[in-house]
């Protein structure tokens, strides 16, 4: 539902000069036809909807029933036809993500309409001193329901302004495997510098990354803080830039968390099998092989230096860390806890 708005040329000139939202100037909601374009008569729009201050800084305007998307219009408290329209810039994510904070910028006719679902919705305007960006901001909240709980459909691994990493997800929970950046800040837009959609590490002193350790996040706290990687072997905290990684984010109850996880070291404190009927267990360093009896193993270190060569089904303990077990011609990681 992605349509051109279509400004006369007189007007659209006075667009670029942007006009300033406040209580005296409040925002206007304007929806659009069917064909994406606006009533007007001469100068002035028909069809606009006036918000109403709820704070500094912040307007709301109720049910707004909005069919084929529409923009914010902010208008010269001396003439209508100095205005500016504002819609979403080119690299936020559409449509419009409902119960969270969109980007606005002053657009031009080819920056289209804010593409949403269909639908009565409070549509609550922040302005860009109370967003603490460069942008406004705008939320659409389901007026038929409130209190629903709704999703962005991704998140973001995102490493700087130009580069980042998506991972889909649906209510909540975002999966993906991923090779890993060097560092990188979780949002659900692909900005870097935004706090306004950025989930910070909980703690801003832990914000390193352990394999298959979950790291708590916070909506907007430390937003400036990157998450890094451990390198404390010891432990098996083995990540690093450029590994292909399972990513899990879960943004869903009171603590977020994001936990990242090497294929194959996930269930390394159990069992681990395989369809030949291997099993693989670990318990106090020790490594225990069940199902290749006689079969010749091997056990690596991350450097590939042998640790156990032989037939034996048990063996070690080893200390904590990542290392690879050869049984016949199958490998696999082995996280020793």
Request: hydrophobic share 40%; net charge negative; proline share 6%.
């Amino acid at each position: 539902m992605k349509h051109d708005i279509f400004v006369p040329v007189i007007i659209s000139i006075a667009v670029v000069c942007g006009m300033n939202v406040n209580a005296a100037n409040p925002p206007y909601v304007l929806t659009a036809n069917s064909d994406g374009t606006f009533t007007m008569s001469g100068d002035d729009y028909l069809d606009k909807i006036p918000m109403t201050e709820t704070g500094t800084g912040m307007y709301e305007a109720k049910d707004v029933d909005i069919e084929y998307g529409f923009v914010f219009l902010g208008e010269s408290s001396s003439s209508s036809s100095v205005y500016s329209l504002y819609s979403m810039p080119e690299w936020a994510v559409t449509p419009a993500i409902v119960s969270w904070y969109n980007p606005l910028s002053i657009t031009m006719d080819s920056n289209g309409l804010i593409d949403v679902a269909p639908g009565k919705y409070d549509v609550v305007f922040l302005d860009r001193k109370q967003s603490g960006m460069g942008y406004h901001v705008f939320k659409l909240i389901p007026s038929e329901n409130v209190g629903a709980v709704e999703y962005p459909k991704s998140m973001f691994l995102v490493s700087s302004q130009t580069a980042n990493v998506e991972v889909p997800g649906s209510a909540g929970v975002y999966e993906s495997d991923v090779t890993l950046p060097s560092s990188f800040r979780v949002s659900y837009e692909p900005r870097y510098d935004m706090s306004m959609f950025i989930f910070g590490p909980a703690s801003a002193s832990a914000n390193m990354l352990s394999n298959d350790v979950p790291l708590s996040l916070a909506y907007t706290e430390n937003s400036t803080v990157n998450l890094g990687y451990s390198q404390d072997a010891t432990s098996g905290n083995v990540l690093a830039p450029g590994m292909m990684c399972h990513v899990k984010i879960d943004i869903t109850g009171t603590e977020p968390s994001i936990r990242v996880t090497i294929p194959g070291t996930s269930a390394i404190s159990g069992i681990e099998s395989d369809n030949d009927g291997v099993n693989v267990s670990v318990n106090g360093g020790v490594v225990n092989v069940s199902g290749a009896e006689g079969v010749r193993k091997g056990l690596y270190n991350v450097s590939g230096v042998p640790v156990y060569e032989g037939v034996a089904d048990e063996f070690g303990p080893y200390a904590r860390g990542l290392y690879m077990l050869r049984v016949g011609d199958t490998v696999r990681k082995v996280m020793v806890r």
